[in-house]
């Protein structure tokens, strides 16, 4: 049986699963997978829509097939680079040697770098336009979402944006692959953890490629993009998550992030955690930055307006893992949120000093004087850590009634 999944009439989705790698740019866990997406669609000419990672593409290449049958591929679009998508290209050309490669001027340069000379190219600038017969596709630049190329293709009969990266997320398509098949709940934790930890650093970019479609008044009756779920029943849902998440919106919450080897920095941050949870706050998580991988800790850090930041010294500076936490906090220019911060030393410290230059750097509000305990914290120190906890509370809770829901 050769099963086909329809986006609408002559528009497919082509992607694949990966269950089997670990770590997404080597660097970001798939405890549970990713899909690589991407999509044809079959007029009087036949456009298929960036490609997959290439220990993929025989899966792939098997899927166009069995839409096509004996028909040839006319236009490979590719919005993005990155060979998670790009991967595959030359296994397209060669299944389909007559492929005409459409991008931007800066795509065939990520090409030749990458695979060599892929020839013949269809060079579209920003509001281009190309026709299939009865569907026409749009282009819109969107650079640095997430490289220097990125372009989304708009498919103007059926308002279908293919977005590349923007409105994606990890997490493999176990079955269902719109929006309206899937439990979201399962897939928006791992939608905010890519967006944060992959997409976060070019907010701006993202609010600029926002404005740029609002701006062309076209319909997106669906989003297309290169990983996650498909969105056709409520496309806006995810466009507005990620509005909210590149204008560094927020929910009322504590993220408590501590790095500790003998526990006592550790009691620092219970007993601000309890504080928190007895004046009213209840979204509340407290993270050991040397067990947790620093891509959840910055997830749940792009959703909650409060942090507090705790270290021992270390070897004259911060504890390793919480050097990882501050320097992917940094890298992504994080803004706008309330920090306490709280740690141990035995001698000349090291630890809270380093993180008092990092809320130097970040420039976010310090709610408290920060406090730094003697070896283990005495009844003094845990009197400084409940007036930074009580700070926080005061400052999120005079914030209530500031949030609407996203979808
Ligand atoms: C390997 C190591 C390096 C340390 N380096 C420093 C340091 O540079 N400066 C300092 O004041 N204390 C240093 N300490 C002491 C700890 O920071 C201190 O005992 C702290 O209270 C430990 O807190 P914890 O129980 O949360 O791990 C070091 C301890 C260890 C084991």
Redesign the pocket.
């Known amino acids: 049986m050769i099963h086909t999944d329809q986006i609408c009439k002559n528009v497919y989705f082509v992607g694949v699963n990966d269950r089997e790698t670990r770590l997404f740019e080597n660097l970001w866990p798939l405890d549970r997978g990713v899909s690589y997406n991407s999509y044809l669609i079959v007029d009087e000419k036949v456009a298929l829509f960036d490609t997959v990672k290439n220990t993929k593409m025989d899966a792939f290449i098997k899927k166009i097939e069995g839409i096509l049958g004996d028909r040839e591929v006319d236009y490979l679009i590719i919005n993005h680079m990155e060979p998670d998508h790009s991967g595959a290209i030359k296994d397209v050309r060669q299944r389909y040697p007559n492929v005409k490669i459409v991008g931007n001027s800066k795509t065939f340069g990520f090409i030749e770098n990458f695979y060599g000379d892929l020839s013949p190219y269809h060079e579209v600038k920003d509001g281009d336009t190309l026709s299939l017969g009865k569907h026409e596709l749009k282009f819109f630049m969107t650079p640095m979402v997430h490289w220097p190329e990125t372009m989304m293709t708009y498919e103007m009969r059926q308002g279908i944006l293919f977005s590349g990266d923007a409105f994606g997320g990890f997490g493999s398509l176990d079955g269902g692959i719109f929006d309206d098949e899937v439990n979201l709940e399962f897939y928006m934790d791992e939608i905010r953890r890519y967006y944060s930890n992959i997409v976060g650093k070019f907010g701006p970019m993202v609010q600029r490629a926002i404005k740029k479609l609002k701006d062309a008044q076209i319909p997106l009756h669906v989003i297309a993009s290169t990983h996650g779920p498909v969105w056709r029943k409520d496309p806006s849902c995810i466009v507005n998550y990620y509005d909210r998440w590149s204008r560094a919106e927020t929910e009322e919450g504590v993220v408590i992030v501590y790095g500790?080897?003998?526990?006592?920095?550790?009691k620092m941050a219970d007993l601000m955690a309890r504080r928190l949870s007895e004046k009213g706050i209840t979204n509340i998580r407290i993270y050991d930055a040397s067990k947790t991988h620093v891509s959840y800790i910055i997830s749940d850090l792009w959703r909650f307006k409060g942090v507090l930041l705790g270290s021992?010294?270390?070897?004259?500076?911060l504890f390793p893992a919480m050097q990882t936490v501050v320097h992917k906090i940094e890298n992504s220019q994080l803004k706008n949120r309330y920090l306490g911060i709280f740690g141990?030393?035995?001698?000349?410290?090291?630890?809270v000093s380093s993180l008092k230059q990092f809320a130097e750097n970040i420039k976010w509000d310090l709610v408290e004087d920060s406090v730094e305990?003697k070896?283990?914290p005495k009844a003094e120190d845990l009197e400084k850590c409940a007036l930074i906890a009580d700070a926080l509370a005061d400052k999120l809770i005079a914030e209530r009634g500031e949030e609407s829901a996203p979808c």
Do not use: F
């Open positions: 500790s080897m003998y526990g006592n920095t550790q021992c010294a270390y070897n004259t500076g141990t030393a035995s001698w000349s410290g090291g630890g305990a070896s283990s």
